[in-house]
């Protein structure tokens, strides 16, 4: 199972901006599809934004879109993600996760980072 660590977190203002950065484990890291969900107390998981290998294709969850920017670095295997403009609802337990085979079949999860905007 791909090792995948958080880090960048932090305490933020409103209107701030915040940039996360996950590393993975493995030697074919430009094979995986990348994603970051996020989880706020009592509430479901949700998708924040994804990269698929080769073209570096993205996807956006609705809240997000315009505000956040996924990227990769291949040689470094790591992921990150760009947070702009970071309004209260942005506050929750950010997660790195990844399908190494390029799909969407995300089983390997990091421990999170905790973003918390304050207004």
């Known amino acids: 199972q791909v090792q995948l660590a958080e880090s960048g977190g932090g305490l933020v203002q409103v209107g701030g901006s915040l940039r996360l950065s996950c590393t993975a484990s493995?030697?074919?890291?430009?094979?995986?599809?990348m994603a970051w969900f996020r989880q706020s107390p009592g509430k479901e998981r949700e998708f924040v934004a994804a990269?698929?290998?080769?073209?570096?294709?993205?996807y956006y969850g609705a809240s997000v879109k315009g505000r956040f920017t996924i990227s990769r670095d291949d040689a470094k295997n790591t992921v990150y993600l760009q947070m702009n403009s970071l309004k209260p609802e942005d506050t929750a337990m950010y997660y790195c996760?990844?399908?190494?085979?390029?799909?969407?079949?995300?089983?390997?999860w990091g421990q999170g980072t905790q973003v918390s905007v304050s207004s």
């Open positions: 493995g030697r074919t890291f430009s094979n995986y599809t």
């Open positions: 990269i698929r290998p080769i073209i570096g294709t993205t």
């Open positions: 996760t990844t399908d190494p085979v390029g799909g969407t079949s995300f089983d390997s």
